[in-house]
């Protein structure tokens, strides 16, 4: 054991450099920014850009995709947490709420309550093609449709799903950290 | 010799006068139209009395179009044969009451209780009347699969109380959790019963995804629904889409190329391979060992992108289409054979630690078990199936695409708990990577792809076949009949986590509270996938 731990400490790190995750200039196109201020104000209310920030991820209905790839935020390979972001468990711990899915009928109230549970101030990011007005379910007699038809955006991440790197580069921008 | 011909023949010897008219012109398949009443009698000597198979699916249709009534269909598989009984029954509009299975076979219950929601008929001697995919918010007496009624009907909100299961006496408690969960996963409801420590009982509710799948697929076109199929359960993308396809191109009559049947054994093996290591991961960090979770996120992150190396898509997406593939995998031979053989060799090391850890086996050992009764009574497939002692594969019994001709081991263990469905994992997984190796070795000159395009090989209105795949959650059924047009008429979908979430409710029994995260991530099952 101390020999297979021996060659991984003298072995590549797996971690990727912010540099390298977040130079892709397509990436900005995964980014769709609809409230300004309310990111603005989010921000001055943090007091810097460098303080850190809890995230509560809803799934309102999504294929399971979009949350995988949420999930591997925190794996070695994009080790959010080096960043100060922290996946919360309960929304009243949360600065941002990172909601995936089309919202369906079962998920309306819950992610409406989730919303209110979460303290101001709070930034909304819906992730994902299918959060943005309901994707290939839109229309559904048991979808409502996209994540602002319950509750307010401040933010999109385009993709289907979208990839961590963009997941990254997203919550990042809206951070003003990069 | 047809090999459902001893099959037909003994049910019709045995209920002389109960089968009514029998259709075998979907190879591999034998649908029997049995009078109503003995629906329970012949579902029961099929999987208690005689053969002892599982009930794969259970469903409804409404083919009043057709003949004026509504049909049951209720799907069991001889064991280790690749043949499928149906039994079929039909419903006339007015008299919706059919007999229950469940008091016979509990595995029919949710079924039925789907059943009920979406067609409303009614399983009469079905303990369990509840509503199930429709919650509170859904106006009572809409039924979404019925033909009049509409993919985007509006409707109205409606309020109300589930009424769960409660269990009384001193010191009894509830534990809600959920839907909104505590980690980065799909929603639902978990209520625990508890006297101190130990579960006395775990109801599961289920469903708040439910987005109408199943109806969107009635407004589609077959190539259309293929990428429907995808989107059901975001990790199961290759398992699903393969099995509709496999549908479809029965039902056109096609045989797809061996290169693209290689290349779809490929993919399905790529997506168990990433999934079961995930899983070793999630474990690991339910068991608080958070080394092994980090290795595993590492691991599972070298085949995830060479899934996008491959495909454009970490999930595999877009690559099984009708017909066959959209592009070959075999020109990306070196990269999958480099990185299969780097991901192989961590996943030993990381293995080695993991068995070594005494903390962690203690954690996992003797800890969710699921006996093999319950599993069986259940219809539990795939790997808690195996770790329960079920000797079922679907690979290996209805050798789909080209599985006939690669060797593997289909694991199975006996105690039925965490360390089992953890181990039969584990074993998969270095499978799926010789299983790939084995494939690559194969050299073939054959088109990638087969037309299925509406000019060509035309599949005849209100036909109707499965598709069948062993995903790495366990067996993928589709059913789907076809309308005019290359239109879908019905498309039933069974992911295997829909059978497998009451097995779940029973493993945890006598365990603790804290030790369900664990027992949960080692069934790690589809909430999209259930809920449709």
Not at chain 1, 31 to 44: P, W
Not at chain 1, 96 to 118: D, F, H, S
Not at chain 1, 126 to 150: L, N, P, T
Not at chain 2, 29 to 40: D, F, H, Q
């Amino acid at each position: 054991m101390q020999k297979m731990i021996l060659s991984w400490l003298k072995g590549r790190i797996a971690t990727k450099g912010l540099k390298e995750l977040v130079s892709d200039a397509k990436l900005k196109d995964c980014l769709e920014v609809v409230n300004d201020a309310s990111i603005e104000e989010f921000r001055s209310a943090l007091g810097g850009s460098r303080r850190s920030v809890h995230i509560r991820e809803v799934d309102a209905g999504s294929c399971n995709a979009c949350d995988l790839e949420i999930n591997a935020l925190n794996n070695p390979v994009y080790d959010i947490e080096r960043f100060g972001i922290h996946f919360v468990a309960s929304p009243r711990h949360a600065d941002m709420l990172l909601v995936t899915g089309p919202v369906t009928r079962n998920m309306e109230m819950a992610l409406r309550k989730t919303y209110e549970a979460t303290p101001k101030p709070r930034l909304v990011v819906a992730v994902g093609g299918c959060a943005r007005d309901g994707g290939i379910f839109k229309g559904s007699y048991a979808v409502v449709g996209g994540v602002e038809r319950v509750i307010p955006v401040d933010a999109y991440i385009r993709g289907c799903p979208p990839r961590p790197q963009e997941l990254l580069y997203g919550i990042l921008r809206i951070l003003g950290r990069i | 010799m047809d090999e459902r011909k001893p099959y037909i023949d003994e049910i019709k010897r045995e209920f002389h006068g109960d089968v009514l008219s029998e259709d075998t012109s979907t190879p591999g398949e034998a649908y029997l139209t049995i009078r109503k009443e003995s629906l329970p009698r012949i579902a029961n000597f099929l999987h208690e009395v005689r053969y002892s198979t599982p009930l794969l699916s259970m469903f409804g249709t409404d083919e009043r179009a057709l003949d004026g009534t509504y049909k049951v269909y209720t799907v069991f598989q001889i064991p280790r044969k690749p043949v499928f009984i149906i039994l079929k029954v039909h419903l006339k509009e007015g008299e919706l009451e059919f007999p229950s299975i469940t008091p016979l076979m509990y595995a029919g219950s949710p079924f039925e209780r789907e059943m009920q929601d979406m067609f409303g008929f009614i399983p009469v001697g079905n303990p369990d009347t509840r509503r199930m995919v429709l919650h509170e918010n859904f106006p009572r007496g809409i039924h979404p699969l019925r033909k009049d009624f509409g993919y985007s009907t509006t409707l109205d909100k409606a309020e109300g109380q589930y009424p769960f299961h409660t269990i009384e006496g001193e010191g009894m408690l509830e534990v809600p959790v959920g839907p909104v969960h505590a980690g980065i996963i799909e929603p639902g409801h978990f209520r625990f019963s508890v006297a101190g420590e130990p579960i006395i009982n775990l109801e599961i509710r289920l469903h708040y995804k439910h987005k109408g799948i199943e109806k969107l697929m009635e407004t589609l076109d077959f190539n259309e629904g293929c990428r429907v199929a995808e989107m059901v359960s975001g990790d199961s993308a290759v398992g699903h889409v393969t099995a509709y396809c496999q549908a479809v191109e029965k039902i056109a009559g096609i045989e797809t190329p061996m290169l693209a049947r290689y290349n779809r054994m490929i993919a399905l093996e790529l997506e168990r391979l990433y999934n079961h290591i995930a899983d070793i991961g999630s474990m690991s960090t339910d068991a608080s060992f958070l080394f092994g979770a980090a290795r595993a996120g590492i691991l599972r992150e070298e085949v995830m992108n060479l899934n996008d190396r491959l495909t454009g898509s970490r999930f595999l997406k877009g690559l099984v289409a009708p017909g066959g593939v959209t592009r070959d995998l075999f020109t990306a031979r070196d990269d999958i054979i480099s990185t299969l053989k780097e991901v192989g060799e961590g996943l030993k090391e990381l293995v080695a630690i993991l068995l070594s850890s005494a903390s962690f086996l203690d954690r996992v050992k003797t800890t969710g078990v699921l006996n093999k009764k319950t599993a069986e009574d259940l219809a539990v497939t795939g790997p808690p199936a195996r770790a329960s002692g079920i000797d079922s594969d679907m690979r290996r019994d209805v050798p789909y695409e080209a599985y006939g001709e690669v060797r593997f081991k289909v694991p199975v263990y006996k105690e039925g708990d965490v360390f089992c469905r953890l181990s039969v994992r584990i074993d998969e997984a270095f499978e799926s990577i010789s299983i790939i190796e084995q494939v690559l070795k194969k050299a073939v000159r054959d088109p990638i792809k087969t037309d299925v395009g509406a000019r060509h090989a035309v599949p005849l209105p209100y036909r109707y076949a499965l598709g069948c795949v062993e995903g790495w959650r366990g067996a993928i059924l589709y059913w789907i009949m076809t309308a005019p047009g290359d239109k879908l008429y019905r498309c039933k979908i069974k992911d295997p986590s829909f059978c497998n979430w009451p097995g779940l409710s029973y493993a945890v029994l006598g365990n603790i509270v804290p030790d369900f995260p664990l027992c949960n991530k080692s069934f790690n099952l589809s909430y999209a996938g259930n809920d449709l």
